[in-house]
Nanobody, 115 residues
Framework: VQLAESGGAVVQPGGSLRLSCAAS????????MNWYRQAPGKERELVAE????????TYSGSVKGRFTISRDNSKGTVYLQMNNLKLEDTAVYYC?????????WGQGTQVTVSS
């Protein structure tokens, strides 16, 4: 199983970014995918989840209405569209999945919101 995030950057408050996570090594459409983030000095937190077929999405309260998780099962990729970014969104963003009792993480991509 491999998960590879990309798309992180430095962006001004109010700006937008789209993160991607390319997955391989498993039947992608069978499993839910998640985005987490970890800010300096803080615990890793769940940001958004999407079911295997994409029919159900959930968000943390801090990003609801600003972030959108989606997936393209034909490409084995999950996305996180982030709009109206705030300073407190600065973090390393990770994609994640779990099945058969194991949890898998990508290497993370840095998002910095700074004026």
């Amino acid at each position: 199983v491999q998960l590879a995030e990309s798309g992180g950057a430095v962006v001004q408050p109010g700006g937008s970014l789209r993160l991607s996570c390319a997955a391989s090594g498993f039947t992608f459409s069978n499993y839910a995918m998640n985005w987490y983030r970890q800010a300096p000095g803080k615990e890793r937190e769940l940001v958004a989840e999407i079911t295997g077929l994409g029919g159900i999405t959930t968000y943390s309260g801090s990003v609801k209405g600003r972030f959108t998780i989606s997936r393209d099962n034909s490409k084995g990729t999950v996305y996180l569209q982030m709009n109206n970014l705030k300073l407190e969104d600065t973090a390393v963003y990770y994609c994640n999945t779990y099945f058969s009792g194991l949890t898998y993480w990508g290497q993370g991509t840095q998002v910095t919101v700074s004026s």
